[in-house]
């Protein structure tokens, strides 16, 4: 079985500061993990993944993301948030070894920039 | 042009009755997937299609029975709607090959009354 977690269902952070938002999985092979970030009545957009290689990751609109396999975390960040950046984050994964392709998601998470 | 459409965006109906809700991706993809956002935003894979054959049926009433026409479309028929149906339903495609990231329509808002 696989799964994520999400610790924090909100983080506040003001602009200009950097921003981190948490999560974990479990999958009893390897992971291919990502990130998707959902605005207000919109569907979901990818914005970086894992897949091997590199434990740091740049994705879409200056977001990055650090695997950790000791941790098994794969926590989102950015170095300075924007205003824009509001909205709701999943972090998500699949196990590569198994023939599942469906991601399971985490609870989300809701970013709060204020100006 | 978009990559993933669903239509209907909004649907509003009355419990009893029955619905389907239609997807369409124009990217070329084998797979297809429905997946079910709650009132709390959990989303949840609820059905997969790989060129027009079911591979994952995740414990979901057969109420739902999803129909896929071609390998670009995957329609999701909903049979005696009840009210904890109500939910976002996001239809999304991958590849067949890689890792499949996986590209989200914009969602089908269901209200059942």
């Given at each position: 079985?696989q799964?994520?977690?999400?610790?924090?269902?909100?983080?506040?952070v003001?602009?200009?500061?950097?921003?981190?938002?948490?999560?974990?999985?479990s999958v009893?092979?390897?992971?291919?993990?990502?990130?998707?970030?959902?605005?207000?009545?919109r569907?979901?957009?990818?914005?970086l993944?894992?897949?091997?290689g590199?434990?740091?990751?740049?994705?879409?609109?200056?977001?990055?993301?650090?695997?950790?396999?000791?941790?098994?975390?794969?926590?989102?960040k950015?170095?300075?948030a924007?205003?824009s950046?509001?909205?709701l984050?999943?972090?998500?994964?699949?196990?590569?070894?198994?023939?599942?392709?469906?991601?399971?998601?985490?609870?989300?998470?809701r970013l709060?920039?204020q100006? | 042009?978009?990559?993933?459409?669903?239509?209907?965006?909004?649907l509003?109906t009355?419990?009893?009755n029955d619905?389907s809700?239609?997807?369409?991706?124009?990217?070329?993809?084998?797979?297809?997937?429905?997946y079910?956002?709650?009132?709390?935003?959990?989303?949840?894979?609820?059905?997969?299609y790989n060129?027009?054959?079911?591979?994952?049926?995740e414990?979901?009433?057969?109420?739902?029975?999803p129909k896929?026409?071609?390998?670009a479309?995957l329609?999701?028929?909903?049979?005696?709607l009840?009210l904890?149906?109500s939910?976002?339903?996001?239809?999304?495609?991958?590849p067949?090959l890689?890792?499949?990231?996986?590209?989200?329509?914009?969602?089908t808002?269901?209200t059942?009354?």
């Amino acid at each position: 079985a696989q799964s994520v977690a999400q610790p924090e269902d909100q983080v506040n952070v003001a602009e200009g500061n950097p921003l981190t938002v948490k999560c974990t999985y479990s999958v009893s092979g390897n992971p291919y993990l990502f990130w998707y970030v959902q605005y207000p009545n919109r569907g979901l957009q990818f914005l970086l993944k894992y897949i091997t290689g590199d434990n740091l990751v740049k994705g879409s609109y200056g977001f990055e993301a650090e695997f950790n396999k000791s941790q098994t975390s794969f926590h989102l960040k950015k170095p300075s948030a924007l205003v824009s950046d509001s909205a709701l984050y999943f972090c998500a994964v699949r196990d590569r070894d198994t023939g599942r392709r469906a991601l399971t998601f985490g609870s989300g998470t809701r970013l709060q920039v204020q100006p | 042009d978009t990559a993933v459409s669903q239509t209907p965006k909004y649907l509003v109906t009355q419990m009893g009755n029955d619905k389907s809700i239609k997807c369409e991706q124009n990217l070329g993809h084998d797979t297809m997937y429905w997946y079910k956002q709650d009132s709390k935003k959990f989303l949840k894979i609820m059905f997969s299609y790989n060129n027009k054959e079911l591979i994952i049926n995740e414990t979901v009433p057969n109420r739902f029975s999803p129909k896929s026409p071609d390998k670009a479309h995957l329609n999701l028929h909903i049979n005696s709607l009840e009210l904890g149906d109500s939910a976002v339903y996001f239809c999304a495609s991958s590849p067949l090959l890689g890792t499949n990231e996986q590209f989200f329509g914009p969602g089908t808002r269901l209200t059942v009354l």
